[in-house]
Nanobody, 113 residues
Framework: QGHLVESGGGLVPSGGSLRLSCAAS????????MTWYRQAPGKERELVAT????????IYAPSVKNRFTISRDNAKNMLYLEMNSLKPEDTAIYFC??????WGRGTQVTVSS
């Protein structure tokens, strides 16, 4: 059982960029897959991007591929999501998840039109 804390959300105009961070503790971060999810109002949770333990493999939702980049720094127990060319439909609460089963509380991203 670990602890995850997201940060970096905020209000950004369409076309803008934002970097989300997830700080992990309480488990061996470097041996677990990490994933970003998001949930928009009235919609179900959606997988955004996932990354393998060493960072050697990444998978993206079609809606964000080529705009978002997931990465991790295992020496710092940190997970990141670089978001570029943001669209209003990216507005959601973004959650960090690890394959330990732990979830962060989320960080709000709002993209204005």
């Amino acid at each position: 059982q670990g602890h995850l804390v997201e940060s970096g959300g905020g209000l950004v105009p369409s076309g803008g960029s934002l970097r989300l961070s997830c700080a992990a503790s309480g488990f061996r971060f470097e041996i677990y897959r990490m994933t970003w999810y998001r949930q928009a109002p009235g919609k179900e949770r959606e997988l955004v991007a996932t990354i393998s333990d060493t960072g050697g493999s990444t998978i993206y939702a079609p809606s964000v591929k080529n705009r978002f980049t997931i990465s991790r720094d295992n020496a710092k127990n940190m997970l990141y999501l670089e978001m570029n060319s943001l669209k209003p439909e990216d507005t959601a609460i973004y959650f960090c998840h690890s394959n330990t089963g732990d979830w962060g509380r989320g960080t709000q991203v709002t993209v204005s039109s």
